[in-house]
């Protein structure tokens, strides 16, 4: 059997990086993201080097029904990996952000990814192959371990998509289907400029990981169906260790630690 995998937000940042870590094992791949000529570069670059099927996608996952529409447009009858990576944030004040982004940061943080796990697992758990594992990666954050004012929206939304994951993970660990959790830290992407992040103190200065570095951790954590994966020694301690400290003083670390 042919091994597909598909991936939201491929076209740059750790889901490209996650998109060559598949191609470079054989894996087919059902590439997602917003721009065309970007992805048409990808699969012209990856058909060629590793000699796979690369069928893309252009698709605003912002907007209602998005995941329904990826599910009838990808060609691959069997989907063996999904990939949730797609998702934006916001730097600033709550009450200073137009509404509509934020609406936009909730369909695509949560509502697009909750459905299109929806869809994948009663499309793949149907199967009578149950040989082959069938995996979810969910592209979180460290986020989600604490509140974030001055992105307020985004923490929630993080928060939301890890015990999302562990939850339905456990639900269908009998069916032959893993959910694994990448929670990095801030990272070298786009993701920093699209968020308006530069300004925050929490990356001012700091030398960031590189996206191939997370992709890999999270990579490897899902093939060993891994509900977790926690890039970094720093972010592993800041995760848990918020677990020993009121509430109050959490949420006003955070706020410094964002301003």
């Known amino acids: 059997m042919k091994y597909t995998a598909l991936i939201t937000g ?19 791949l059902i590439l997602v ?41 990808a060609e691959a009858p069997h989907i063996t990996y999904l990939v949730n990576n797609a998702g934006f944030g916001d730097f600033g004040p709550f009450a200073d952000t137009e509404w509509e ?17 929806h869809l994948f697992i009663q499309r793949e758990s149907s199967q009578n192959n149950r040989q082959i594992t069938r995996r979810i990666l969910n592209v979180c ?18 928060a939301y998509v890890l015990h999302f994951s562990e939850a339905i ?16 830290g801030p990272t070298g992407t786009f993701f920093m400029e699209d ?19 997370v992709a890999k951790v999270g990579y490897q954590a899902m093939l060993k169906g891994k509900s977790v994966a926690i890039h970094g020694t720093r972010n592993k301690l800041i995760a848990f260790g918020v677990r020993l400290l009121p509430r109050k003083w959490v949420t006003r670390l955070s706020g410094k630690f964002l301003k």
Do not use: H, W
């Not at 491929?10 to 990086?17: L, M, P, Q, R, T």
């Not at 369909?107 to 299109?116: A, C, H, S, V, Y």
């Not at 289907?177 to 929670?183: A, E, G, N």
């Open 10 to 28: 491929a076209s740059k940042g750790i889901g490209f990086e996650l998109a060559k870590l598949f191609a470079k094992e054989g894996c087919s």
């Open 33 to 73: 993201a917003r721009n065309a000529d970007q992805l048409q570069q990808i699969k012209s670059s990856f058909e060629k080097d590793y000699k796979i099927s690369v069928q893309v996608i252009v698709k605003d996952l912002s907007l209602p029904d998005a995941a329904e529409a990826i599910f009838r447009e």
């Open 101 to 117: 982004r934020y609406e936009r940061m909730i369909q695509l943080n949560i509502t697009t990814l909750t459905r299109l796990c």
């Open 141 to 158: 954050s460290t986020a989600a371990f604490q509140p974030g004012p001055m992105m307020a929206v985004y923490f929630a939304t993080k």
């Open 169 to 184: 993970g456990y639900e269908v660990k009998n069916r032959g289907i893993t959910v694994t959790s990448l929670c990095p």
């Open 195 to 213: 968020s308006n992040m530069k300004k925050s103190s929490m990356v001012k200065g700091r030398k960031l990981p590189m996206a191939a570095d």
